[in-house]
């Protein structure tokens, strides 16, 4: 077991003075490149981070409790505004497709920083799924967990998100990453050594918290729906470069990011599959320009950060999620790194920013049950 599931198996016994039935925890992710186009049908390619939420279950009256915010909430037959609401629209949903899921109790504890765009949210959807499914024999298939971990996010939580948080968390595999198709839900991974490569990537959590609902994440959506119904496209995904000329104002700048983006993830892929991480970099560098100056949910943190990183010889960098603050990401040498940590640090202090949190970590495991 890993720490942190130890950690959720301790919390269950002291909360609820039994040993737990069912320990299975479900990580946080990082997108290295294919930002807003999920929910445009196109593609994404996410790493798990080795950040987790871990949950221990067992029987008994339903209750939940956290570990992390130390209390006891009860499951939620609507959203109230609080940790509880994820693992009570997991519930939810599942209970619409019919699977009686109402007695248990669960203990949370979890290392994902919250709120910083590395999906927290999924985290917590993502292991209470596979928690459940495990301990109620469901023999749910991961990417159907997935799609109702999503489904809780959007009509039980109220937050209008695609898909690729909940099936990075759930899907994705150790030293790879995970290249969605966001219309056909196909998923593949991709090996990403880069050990090997003597690269590392640096997250930087600009601790400028984002509340998903309550900022432009619902406008882009809608914005990108009206440029796919001027072009008579299902959804952008269906858009080629030559259609945007037929665009202009908002819906342009908006399309010109989704269809561009779909490009660079598919580039992206090639070059990791052939170790070309200097194509890599600069496509993630191309991406950050796009959805800073079409796409305009970019932040001076986050701009700070990639800008520090591509003058510390960094390969590639990007604000990483769905923007508007949270975390950035840079693909630089593993020894290097330690440099734009501490050119980081002084630049952010020197401009009155919140000091950052850094770190470097290597793709990591999805959803898992504890042995
Ligand atoms: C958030 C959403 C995702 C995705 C990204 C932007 O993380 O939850 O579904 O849309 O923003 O790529």
């Known amino acids: 077991m890993r720490p942190i599931e130890q950690q959720a198996a301790q919390a269950y016994r002291e909360q609820f003075g039994e040993e737990p039935v069912v320990v299975a925890s479900a990580p946080g992710r990082v997108n290295l490149i294919g930002e807003h186009t999920d929910y445009n049908g196109g593609f994404v390619l996410p790493c798990a981070v080795d950040r987790r939420v871990a949950v221990a279950v067992g029987p008994g009256e339903t209750q939940l409790y956290s570990a992390n915010f130390h209390e006891v909430r009860p499951l939620l037959s609507k959203r109230e ?23 248990f109790r669960a203990a949370f504890v979890g290392d994902v920083p919250l709120g910083s765009g590395l999906s ?10 596979f ?63 880069l050990v090997g490569a003597d690269l590392t990537l640096l997250v930087c959590d600009t601790r400028v918290s984002r509340e998903l609902g309550a900022t432009g994440y619902n406008a882009r959506r809608e914005a990108c729906e009206r440029a796919a119904h001027i072009l008579g496209v299902k959804e952008l995904r269906d858009a080629h470069i030559q259609d945007l000329d037929k665009l202009s104002g908002e819906e342009l700048k908006r399309a010109r990011h989704v269809v561009t983006e779909n490009i660079r993830v598919l580039e992206a892929v090639h070059a990791v599959r052939r170790q070309d991480f200097a194509a890599f970099g600069r ?16 932040t001076p943190e986050l701009d700070a950060f990639v800008e520090i990183a591509m003058q510390s010889s960094a390969l590639g960098a990007r604000l990483t999620g769905a923007g508007f603050g949270g975390c950035a990401l840079a693909l630089i040498r593993s020894d290097d790194a330690g440099m734009l940590v501490l050119s980081v640090q002084h630049y952010f202090e020197e401009r009155g920013f919140k000091p950052p949190v850094l770190y470097s970590f290597q793709p990591a495991a999805g959803a898992e049950v504890a042995t």
């Not at 505004?81 to 007695?103: H, K």
């Not at 496509?283 to 970019?298: F, G, I, N, T």
């Open 131 to 193: 928690a459940l499914d495990a301990f109620y024999h469901l023999g749910i298939a991961k990417k159907n967990l997935a799609v109702l971990c999503q489904r809780a996010e959007n009509a039980f939580v109220g937050v209008n998100s695609g898909i690729m948080d909940q099936y990075a968390s759930l899907l994705c595999q150790a030293g790879t990453a995970l290249l969605i198709d966001c219309r056909s839900l196909e998923a593949e991974p991709v090996p990403l050594d």
């Open 81 to 103: 505004g609080s940790w509880a609401d994820y693992p009570s629209g997991v519930v939810w949903a599942m209970q619409e497709q019919g699977s009686d899921v109402s007695r």
């Open 283 to 298: 496509l993630m560098y191309a991406s950050h320009r796009s959805l800073r100056d079409d796409y305009e949910v970019s």
């Open 120 to 129: 927290s949210s999924a985290a917590i959807e993502a292991a209470t799924a």
